[in-house]
């Protein structure tokens, strides 16, 4: 029996080891593109250059960009293969680049490729790039980051939260929402600032007064053509206060001809009871005073009281902008169908109906926002 | 050296006969000793020793002395020897020797004969030819009683007497070794011991057919040999006061002459983890230390095979920066990641051996050849890369920690073949090699008792001293696997 | 003829590990696929049908104490009867064992070793399994209780890491009550999960130490395991969504892809999915010696000879069925993997209870005789 267990061991060892990769035989993918350009895919992959920063200062360029194309997904990555001496290696993605022009029935297609490859992560930031090639923004380098594809992602996770006109969407939770009744993705718009620079250029390490990066720009959300919505900052900011991504939000608001700004320390803002038609938007935003430029006395009770009504009444407004723009373009990102589905399942049958054209524009709003102002930061009043 | 030509009676022979063939042996025995003293007229009184095994103080003191010094009157000096002897020097003892052969056996073995006319009297003065109690070298301590037992048979018992003055700490001796007639004893608390484990382990031992035993080691291969494992059943120990311990629990001392370590039986996986300075600690600090052992056993283990099934099948698991660090590293080793390891380990192994075998006089240049060579130039001329350098050594010092030497041989194999595995297979051949190591350790039995005891099957009332230890009041339990009589400890501190 | 005792613990360990060996593959996605968000309201049933099971289990477990579930069927019926029925039982079990291998391979070779042959994925799951077989039921037990201890552990590391991802919105709708799915997501875990558990019959009573301990922790496993697992289904529910859970194959793998530890480790998904590998392992080595103990009996063959037999007789069909299998997985993906060992259990089942029933009825008319 010992024998029969060396043989099948040896056996093994000496037919080799399939799935065994080596480091160095890795082409490691940090970001990638899926566009269409004539009716064929086109795949654009952002690798990092394997080289050690010697003591020569700056390296060569961190990354290099492939691209591929094919009458399939399938097909281009199959011609960016035979570019590359490496494997490509994705798991540790960090973003994905959906370009518009396959927003449209091919992102089934899309989603299909990246649910079923079984070594990518569900973690990876989507984002889209409406007036850009993507290509583009995967060449183009950071200098605050040698990796410039973690730069990216970083980038959007941070806007999120502290500007509040933006936000990160996960690979799983843009796969949900697609999957889901009643709701569409939104992502976050990148866009390139100044002139497009080839990855292999490393001029922009070298400056520090560049005039080349990547921004977050405003959300998009696509209708089922691949029609780009794109939502302004008012819309943007009333999708994040509704979806709760706000944790420092500045919200400016005027005050006759003067202005003032107040951040917001909480907001807790959701959809309430269903009566009718009529779909109640309740919420609390807890906020303090950051800039104050008004002329009435800050140390006055019924100022404090005004201002938040105020405010109250510019948050209301954002979100009313962002439910409005979700009717007239009759795409619902904002998620009230899937709010209804989930929590008034007789409402509306979302297996026979189309959400979207008939049930959206019927529904009514009544916004309910409470904000609270706690603090007004070191000063006493105002100067 | 000297024959035995025939089996005769000595009271037959003619002392002279005996002190010529004596006399004869001298020429090729230069530490034979033949005095010739004449305490009056026409008395001979030889004494004979050899100067190699008895102690040369003793005879001046008790035997020369006494014909030299004090005038012998009367007829028999050898009888008014005797008598003061008995009379005066009560820790001497003294023989009468009938054969040729029991003279000669008497006479190597450290005894001075003394011959007058055709009486043969054989005076104990054995020199102390082994060393003396020294500190413990195998098994080092900081805490505690720093003594360790020596080749002396009589002195290890007396060492364990010592601390357990008791009247239930049985002693049973057998021989063992057809050629060598070696001298074993078997210990054990008879009022806690499990008499069905003495027993076997008796007719263990009684089993054995071999011409010589050396150590208490070579029992080994003697008792659980129904185990296919390299884990190690049976613990050695030096050190008395681990052995109290030991028979304390309920379990059985075997000693030996000529040997510095006691067996133990029977052992379990836990106890390899346990040292006798666990109980001179506060009970916080020594349950962290076992703990510590715990996890440097299984890191000792397992690091270089997780390390290679996560860089050659599941990189996904490292970070992007640590991966691309990871490939610039490995991108001027021209090896495969388990050649790499291998090699590393391979080194290692050989550092370690020979670290052990070098006197430490020569110890320092063997460690800074180590450092040197294999941390810094091997990585210098691009054969091994940094990272592997940190899980080798990762791997190796956790394999350092463990008092018990035997427990090295377990480590080294499951290592290699976790490797093996985990560069066949990834992280499922590294789990399956670990099931195998788990069903391992399970298949084992030690006296028809699980291996694996306390931990599986599970004792509740017995983990207050397994993974850790909790206060000594506490632990007022003797292990109830092991004890049958007198389980509770009569440690009643209020 | 059994010498080996274990304790009451170490029996309700080994029941607790055996309730998870279709978990994986089986269970989690039909489970989700057909009850949707009013899960919950499926596990409640079939706990309390559980239960019932449970109790039918305790009675044959209690008749004719001295003897297992092989000895049982011969002290019942007559000498050829006995041997069909326990040849018939053996096969069902056979094929039981089969699927849960089969079932791992396939998750093993879809999710970690990709380009490797199955053949040689099938090999090195046989490793542990040919080994475990050399042995009996006492060591299977202290290797339950191991596998118990790192399942436990994975499994806290993984809720607690993931908790910060669970979105309680994804629960809802909260009933989408529907008749005919629940009822066929409940009888399917019912059977599915419970049935092999009672595989334990082959343990007889009196080798348990302290026998009158079982009822109680079989019953405190069986309550703990269903606890678990409501707890899984509801961190894959909760985290991914129940659109997500139901397209993929092991959605209880996908689950832990979303893990991320401190923001930095992420992609463990493949460490701690060791687990159902672990314990798959186990349930497949435990039903062998099921089957080993079976020919042990059934031919009254001793100690070596049992070794040899069992390796002959089962190991290498069983490792030969499980290699042919594999390259039909897609064949049995989408019902049949749910259909097949569903009616496996069943007959499983019915069969101790069938012979439960007769040999109560033989004991009567053996005591009016």
């Known amino acids: 029996m010992k024998k029969l267990i060396l043989i099948i061991g040896v056996i093994i060892m000496c037919t080799g080891c399939w799935n065994y990769k080596e480091l160095t035989e890795l082409g490691i993918v940090t970001a990638m593109a899926i566009s269409k350009k004539d009716n064929k895919y086109v795949i654009d992959m952002q690798f990092v250059n394997i080289v050690e920063a010697g003591d020569k200062g700056v390296p060569e360029s961190p990354i290099s960009v492939m691209s591929g194309e094919g009458d399939t997904i399938a097909d281009a990555i199959r011609s960016i293969n035979m570019k590359m001496s490496k494997v490509f290696f994705s798991s540790n993605m960090e973003y994905m680049i959906i370009d518009k022009s396959v927003a449209d029935e ?32 995967l060449a183009a380098l950071s200098q605050f980051n040698l990796n410039p594809a973690s730069n990216v992602s970083e980038l959007v996770r941070r806007s999120e939260g502290r500007y509040g006109a933006s936000t990160s969407i996960t690979f799983k939770e843009f796969l949900a929402k697609y999957l889901a009744n009643g709701i569409t993705p939104v992502i976050p718009n990148v866009k390139l600032v100044g002139e497009v620079l080839e990855a292999e250029d490393n001029e922009t390490l070298k400056e520090s007064n560049s005039n080349n990066y990547v921004e977050v720009d405003n959300l998009v959300a696509f209708d089922e053509k691949g029609e780009a919505i794109i939502l302004g900052t008012d819309e943007s900011f009333g999708y994040n206060f509704l979806n709760n991504h706000i944790q420092n939000g500045a919200v400016t608001s005027a005050c006759g001809e003067n202005y003032f700004t107040v951040q917001t320390l909480k907001s807790k803002i959701g959809f309430g009871e269903l009566k009718g038609n009529k779909l109640s938007v309740d919420g609390e935003v807890q906020a303090e005073v950051f800039f104050y430029g008004c002329e009435n006395d800050l140390n006055n009770e019924k100022t404090l009281d005004k201002l938040s009504k105020i405010t109250k009444k510019t948050i209301t407004e954002y979100i009313e902008k962002t439910i409005n723009l979700a009717k007239e373009k009759k795409v619902d990102f904002v998620g009230i169908g899937n709010y209804l589905y989930k929590n008034e399942n007789d409402y509306f049958d979302f297996d026979k109906k189309d959400w979207n054209t008939d049930g959206l524009s019927n529904i009514e709003l009544d916004y309910n926002i409470e904000v609270t102002l706690l603090k007004q930061g070191n000063l006493k009043g105002d100067i | 050296m000297y024959k035995i030509t025939e089996i005769a009676n000595i009271k037959n022979m003619n002392t002279k006969d005996i002190l010529n063939e004596l006399i004869d042996l001298k020429n090729k025995m230069p530490d034979l000793i033949i005095k010739d003293i004449k305490p009056g007229l026409f008395k001979h009184v030889y004494i004979i020793t050899n100067e190699a095994v008895s102690s040369g103080d003793k005879v001046n003191d008790f035997i020369l002395k006494h014909f030299s010094g004090l005038s012998i009157v009367g007829s028999n000096p050898l009888k008014n020897f005797k008598r003061d002897v008995e009379r005066n020097i009560p820790s001497i003892n003294f023989k009468n020797v009938d054969t040729r052969e029991s003279l000669l056996e008497f006479l190597f073995s450290g005894f001075t004969i003394v011959i007058y006319k055709n009486e043969v009297i054989a005076y104990e003065t054995r020199a102390e030819l082994d060393r003396g109690v020294t500190e413990p070298t195998g098994e080092p301590v900081i805490r505690g009683p720093k003594d360790s037992f020596t080749e002396n048979y009589n002195k290890n018992i007396g060492l364990i007497r010592k601390r357990i003055k008791s009247e239930h700490l049985c002693l049973e001796e057998l021989t063992i070794g057809t050629q060598s007639k070696s001298k074993v004893g078997i210990m054990y608390m008879e009022n806690i011991c499990e008499d069905a484990i003495v027993d076997k382990l008796k007719a263990m031992l009684e089993k054995i057919n071999i011409d010589g035993v050396m150590d208490v080691n070579n029992f080994k291969s003697f008792i659980n040999k129904e185990n296919h494992t390299l884990f190690p059943t049976l613990l050695y120990t030096e050190k008395p006061d681990d052995t109290c311990r030991f028979l304390l629990d309920g379990r059985i001392a075997v000693t030996m002459e000529n040997s510095p370590s006691v067996l133990i039986a029977p052992t379990f996986f836990v106890d390899f983890f346990h040292s006798s300075e666990d109980y001179y600690h506060k009970p916080f600090f020594s349950s962290f230390l076992r703990l510590i052992r715990f996890v440097a056993y299984f890191l000792a283990i397992i690091t270089p095979a997780l390390f290679i099934a996560i860089i050659t099948y599941d990189q996904e698991i490292l970070p992007v920066s640590l991966l691309i660090n990871f490939t610039v590293q490995r991108s001027q080793v021209p090896f495969p990641a388990i050649v790499e390891a291998f090699v590393l380990m391979f080194t290692f192994e050989l550092l370690y051996e020979g670290d052990a075998r070098t006197p430490s006089i020569r110890g320092t240049s063997l460690s800074i050849l180590g450092a040197l060579i294999l941390g810094d130039a091997a990585v210098q001329a691009g054969i091994i890369s940094p990272i592997m350098v940190i899980v080798i050594a990762v791997s190796a010092i956790s394999s350092l920690v463990f008092i018990y030497y035997d427990i090295q041989g377990s480590i080294r194999f499951w290592r290699y073949l976790l490797m093996i595995l985990a560069a066949l297979f990834g992280m499922v051949g590294f789990m399956c090699g670990f099931i195998l190591l788990i069903l391992n350790l399970c298949t084992i039995k030690t006296f028809g008792k699980p291996y694996l005891l306390p931990l599986a099957p599970f004792l509740i009332k017995d983990q207050s001293n397994a993974l850790v230890r909790r206060d000594l009041t506490k632990i007022n339990k003797r292990p109830s696997y092991l004890a049958k009589k007198n389980i509770i400890k009569e440690v009643n501190i209020k | 003829m059994n010498r080996y005792k274990i304790s009451s613990l170490t029996f309700s360990l080994i029941f607790m590990c055996m309730l998870n060996s279709s978990l994986l593959g089986i269970i989690f996605p039909y489970i989700l696929h057909e009850s949707k968000t009013s899960f919950y309201l499926s596990l409640g049933i079939s706990f309390i049908i559980g239960l019932f099971l449970i109790f039918i289990y305790l009675k044959i477990f209690n008749f004719l104490p001295d003897k297992d579930i092989f000895e049982k069927i011969q002290a019942i019926f007559p000498k050829w009867l006995s041997k069909i029925i326990s040849l018939i039982l053996m096969i069902l079990v056979f094929f039981v064992t089969v699927i849960i291998i089969w079932r791992l391979v396939t998750f093993i070779s879809s999710e970690f070793l990709v380009e490797t042959p199955n053949i040689f994925i099938g090999l090195l799951i046989a490793a542990p399994l040919f080994y475990a077989m050399l042995y009996d039921f006492d060591v299977i037990g202290r290797l339950a209780t191991f596998c118990l201890v790192v399942a436990f552990l994975l499994l806290m590391f993984n809720v607690i890491s993931l908790f910060s991802q669970v979105d309680i919105s994804n629960l809802k709708p909260l009933l989408n009550f529907d008749f005919n799915h629940t009822s066929k997501s409940v009888i399917v875990f019912s059977f599915v999960v419970l049935v092999p558990a009672f595989l334990t019959l082959i343990i007889p009573k009196d080798n348990i130490v302290d026998a009158h301990k079982v009822a109680k922790s079989v019953l405190i496993a069986y309550t703990l395991e269903i606890f678990s697992i409501g707890l899984i289904a509801f961190i894959i529910v909760s985290v991914l969504g129940i659109d997500i859970a139901n397209i993929y194959t092991f959605p209880s793998y996908v689950v832990l892809k979303t893990l991320s530890v401190l923001s930095f480790i992420q992609n463990t998904e493949n460490i701690s999915i060791l687990v159902w590998v672990l314990l798959m392992t186990f349930s497949g080595s435990f039903c062998l010696l099921f089957m080993k103990a079976g020919l042990k009996d059934l031919f009254n063959l001793d100690k070596k000879k049992t070794q040899i037999f069992s390796i002959l007789f089962i190991f290498l069909p069983f490792l030969g069925v499980v290699l042919y299998m594999l390259p039909y997985e897609i064949y049995l993906n989408k019902y049949k993997y749910v259909s097949v060992p569903l009616i496996l259990n069943i007959s499983i089942f019915g069969m101790f209870v069938l012979i439960y029933l007769i040999g109560i009825i033989v004991n009567k008319f053996k005591k009016i005789a």
């Open chain 1, 106 to 137: 091919s992102l089934e297609e899309v989603m299909d490729f990246l649910a079923r490859d079984t070594k990518l992560s569900l973690n990876f930031l989507i984002v889209t790039s409406t007036n850009e090639d993507p290509k583009n923004v």
